[in-house]
Protein backbone atom coordinates (compact mmCIF):
# COMPACT_ATOMS: atom_id res chain seq x y z
CA UNK A 1 0.00 0.00 0.00
CA UNK A 2 1.15 3.36 -1.08
CA UNK A 3 1.92 5.90 1.50
CA UNK A 4 0.34 9.49 0.58
CA UNK A 5 2.00 12.20 2.57
CA UNK A 6 -0.62 15.17 3.46
CA UNK A 7 0.65 18.00 1.03
CA UNK A 8 0.15 14.91 -1.73
CA UNK A 9 -3.25 14.46 -0.22
CA UNK A 10 -4.06 18.16 0.22
CA UNK A 11 -3.11 18.60 -3.81
CA UNK A 12 -5.22 15.87 -5.05
CA UNK A 13 -8.49 16.44 -2.77
CA UNK A 14 -7.49 20.19 -4.55
CA UNK A 15 -7.40 19.40 -8.24
CA UNK A 16 -10.31 16.92 -7.59
CA UNK A 17 -12.48 19.10 -5.26
CA UNK A 18 -11.59 22.97 -5.10
CA UNK A 19 -10.48 23.25 -8.53
CA UNK A 20 -13.81 20.78 -9.84
CA UNK A 21 -16.21 23.53 -11.52
CA UNK A 22 -19.44 21.54 -10.14
CA UNK A 23 -18.18 21.72 -6.25
CA UNK A 24 -16.50 25.23 -5.46
CA UNK A 25 -14.29 27.07 -8.64
CA UNK A 26 -16.00 28.91 -10.38
CA UNK A 27 -15.61 31.08 -13.62
CA UNK A 28 -14.07 34.45 -13.24
CA UNK A 29 -11.69 37.67 -14.98
CA UNK A 30 -8.00 37.88 -13.73
CA UNK A 31 -6.24 40.01 -15.45
CA UNK A 32 -8.71 40.21 -18.12
CA UNK A 33 -8.60 36.51 -18.89
CA UNK A 34 -10.93 34.44 -18.12
CA UNK A 35 -10.09 31.38 -15.75
CA UNK A 36 -11.43 28.83 -12.89
CA UNK A 37 -10.76 29.46 -9.89
CA UNK A 38 -11.86 29.51 -6.13
CA UNK A 39 -12.88 33.57 -5.15
CA UNK A 40 -13.58 33.68 -1.05
CA UNK A 41 -14.97 36.81 0.76
CA UNK A 42 -12.76 37.31 3.94
CA UNK A 43 -12.99 39.70 7.01
CA UNK A 44 -10.50 39.75 9.69
CA UNK A 45 -10.61 41.36 12.88
CA UNK A 46 -7.81 43.26 12.83
CA UNK A 47 -8.48 44.68 8.98
CA UNK A 48 -12.29 45.28 10.19
CA UNK A 49 -10.49 47.51 13.71
CA UNK A 50 -8.62 49.16 11.20
CA UNK A 51 -11.90 49.94 8.51
CA UNK A 52 -13.69 50.87 11.78
CA UNK A 53 -10.62 53.99 12.86
CA UNK A 54 -9.85 54.87 9.63
CA UNK A 55 -14.08 55.66 8.16
CA UNK A 56 -13.22 53.51 5.17
CA UNK A 57 -15.09 50.16 3.69
CA UNK A 58 -12.56 47.48 2.44
CA UNK A 59 -13.38 44.32 0.27
CA UNK A 60 -10.97 41.29 1.27
CA UNK A 61 -11.21 38.68 -1.00
CA UNK A 62 -8.77 35.24 -1.19
CA UNK A 63 -8.19 33.47 -4.33
CA UNK A 64 -7.16 30.11 -5.08
CA UNK A 65 -6.15 29.30 -8.47
CA UNK A 66 -4.01 26.83 -10.03
CA UNK A 67 -0.57 28.16 -10.65
CA UNK A 68 -0.14 26.99 -14.15
CA UNK A 69 -2.73 29.57 -15.38
CA UNK A 70 -1.49 32.44 -14.17
CA UNK A 71 0.79 33.51 -17.42
CA UNK A 72 2.08 36.13 -16.05
CA UNK A 73 3.69 34.72 -12.87
CA UNK A 74 2.39 35.19 -9.22
CA UNK A 75 1.01 38.17 -8.06
CA UNK A 76 3.49 39.80 -5.71
CA UNK A 77 2.17 42.44 -2.96
CA UNK A 78 1.20 46.07 -3.87
CA UNK A 79 0.79 44.85 -7.12
CA UNK A 80 -2.43 45.61 -9.15
CA UNK A 81 -4.79 42.31 -9.65
CA UNK A 82 -8.18 42.99 -12.22
CA UNK A 83 -11.21 40.15 -10.85
CA UNK A 84 -13.84 40.37 -12.35
CA UNK A 85 -13.72 43.94 -13.77
CA UNK A 86 -13.09 45.53 -10.52
CA UNK A 87 -9.29 46.61 -9.56
CA UNK A 88 -7.86 45.50 -6.60
CA UNK A 89 -4.35 45.50 -4.61
CA UNK A 90 -2.44 42.07 -3.84
CA UNK A 91 -1.66 42.07 0.06
CA UNK A 92 0.02 38.74 0.18
CA UNK A 93 0.50 35.43 -2.16
CA UNK A 94 2.10 31.89 -1.85
CA UNK A 95 2.43 28.67 -3.51
CA UNK A 96 2.27 25.13 -2.76
CA UNK A 97 1.88 21.99 -4.82
CA UNK A 98 1.03 23.93 -8.02
CA UNK A 99 -1.51 25.78 -6.36
CA UNK A 100 -1.16 29.70 -5.51
CA UNK A 101 -3.27 31.50 -3.33
CA UNK A 102 -3.24 35.30 -3.46
CA UNK A 103 -5.17 38.02 -0.98
CA UNK A 104 -6.52 41.44 -2.38
CA UNK A 105 -7.95 44.32 -1.04
CA UNK A 106 -9.70 47.33 -2.43
CA UNK A 107 -11.80 50.18 -1.22
CA UNK A 108 -15.44 50.41 -1.61
CA UNK A 109 -16.79 53.17 0.05
CA UNK A 110 -16.65 54.90 3.44
CA UNK A 111 -18.80 55.76 6.82
CA UNK A 112 -19.98 58.80 6.01
CA UNK A 113 -24.24 58.71 5.58
CA UNK A 114 -25.53 60.05 9.11
CA UNK A 115 -27.86 57.73 10.13
CA UNK A 116 -30.13 57.60 13.26
CA UNK A 117 -31.40 54.30 14.99
CA UNK A 118 -34.79 54.33 16.76
CA UNK A 119 -37.03 52.15 19.32
CA UNK A 120 -40.25 51.94 20.23
CA UNK A 121 -41.50 53.22 23.45
CA UNK A 122 -44.40 54.15 25.65
CA UNK A 123 -44.42 57.27 26.96
CA UNK A 124 -46.94 59.24 29.03
CA UNK A 125 -49.35 61.84 26.84
CA UNK A 126 -51.69 63.73 29.37
CA UNK A 127 -51.54 60.97 31.62
CA UNK A 128 -52.26 58.06 29.00
CA UNK A 129 -49.38 55.77 27.31
CA UNK A 130 -49.04 56.06 23.91
CA UNK A 131 -46.11 53.93 22.10
CA UNK A 132 -43.67 55.89 20.06
CA UNK A 133 -40.57 56.27 18.28
CA UNK A 134 -37.82 57.60 19.85
CA UNK A 135 -33.89 58.14 19.18
CA UNK A 136 -31.94 55.83 20.16
CA UNK A 137 -28.35 55.94 18.45
CA UNK A 138 -27.03 57.60 16.10
CA UNK A 139 -23.77 57.55 13.83
CA UNK A 140 -22.03 57.34 10.72
CA UNK A 141 -22.75 54.67 8.13
CA UNK A 142 -21.79 53.10 4.86
CA UNK A 143 -24.61 52.85 2.97
CA UNK A 144 -25.76 51.57 -0.71
CA UNK A 145 -28.81 50.57 -2.82
CA UNK A 146 -28.83 46.68 -3.26
CA UNK A 147 -29.18 44.87 -6.47
CA UNK A 148 -29.24 41.85 -8.23
CA UNK A 149 -25.91 40.45 -7.01
CA UNK A 150 -26.90 40.55 -3.26
CA UNK A 151 -30.03 38.75 -3.86
CA UNK A 152 -27.54 35.84 -5.35
CA UNK A 153 -25.01 36.33 -2.18
CA UNK A 154 -27.64 36.49 0.23
CA UNK A 155 -31.00 35.18 -0.75
CA UNK A 156 -32.41 38.41 0.05
CA UNK A 157 -35.29 39.82 -1.95
CA UNK A 158 -34.59 43.56 -3.03
CA UNK A 159 -36.29 45.89 -4.80
CA UNK A 160 -35.50 50.07 -5.59
CA UNK A 161 -36.25 51.20 -1.85
CA UNK A 162 -34.25 48.23 -0.14
CA UNK A 163 -30.66 49.48 0.77
CA UNK A 164 -27.37 47.88 1.98
CA UNK A 165 -25.99 49.53 5.53
CA UNK A 166 -22.86 48.92 7.47
CA UNK A 167 -22.32 50.28 11.22
CA UNK A 168 -19.84 49.85 13.68
CA UNK A 169 -20.70 47.41 16.21
CA UNK A 170 -23.71 48.39 18.82
CA UNK A 171 -25.47 46.02 21.28
CA UNK A 172 -29.28 45.63 21.45
CA UNK A 173 -30.25 46.96 17.99
CA UNK A 174 -32.84 44.58 16.41
CA UNK A 175 -35.08 43.69 13.55
CA UNK A 176 -37.94 45.85 15.59
CA UNK A 177 -36.05 49.10 15.39
CA UNK A 178 -36.35 51.82 12.51
CA UNK A 179 -33.68 53.09 10.68
CA UNK A 180 -33.95 57.09 9.29
CA UNK A 181 -31.80 58.14 6.85
CA UNK A 182 -32.41 61.41 5.14
CA UNK A 183 -35.50 61.99 6.97
CA UNK A 184 -36.47 58.43 5.65
CA UNK A 185 -37.87 55.73 7.63
CA UNK A 186 -36.73 52.49 6.86
CA UNK A 187 -37.94 49.20 9.03
CA UNK A 188 -34.94 46.94 9.47
CA UNK A 189 -35.61 43.27 8.33
CA UNK A 190 -32.34 41.71 8.59
CA UNK A 191 -29.18 42.28 11.27
CA UNK A 192 -25.86 40.42 11.26
CA UNK A 193 -23.02 40.94 13.45
CA UNK A 194 -20.28 39.53 11.23
CA UNK A 195 -18.96 36.60 12.40
CA UNK A 196 -20.41 37.63 15.76
CA UNK A 197 -16.77 39.53 16.35
CA UNK A 198 -18.40 42.49 17.46
CA UNK A 199 -16.88 45.18 15.21
CA UNK A 200 -19.32 45.56 12.77
CA UNK A 201 -23.06 45.26 11.74
CA UNK A 202 -24.69 45.09 8.69
CA UNK A 203 -28.36 46.10 8.25
CA UNK A 204 -30.61 45.53 5.72
CA UNK A 205 -33.46 47.87 5.31
CA UNK A 206 -36.57 48.94 3.26
CA UNK A 207 -38.56 51.97 3.59
CA UNK A 208 -41.55 51.84 5.91
CA UNK A 209 -44.80 51.52 4.14
Known amino acids: MKFVTFKEQLSQDTEKVFMNGDEFAALHTLNLKFVECVVMATDKDTDAQLQSKKGVVTSYKSIMIQTSLLNAGIPQPNDDL ?18 T ?26 GFLKETWIDDYACKAYIRHMNADDVLKRGTVVNNS ?17 LIYKGVAYDITSVDNNEEDNVFMDLICEVSQ
Open 162 to 178: TIFVKIPYREGITSKMK
Open 82 to 99: ELDGLLFKVSASSEMEGM
Open 101 to 126: FIDVTRPVGKFNKEIVIQKLTSVKVN
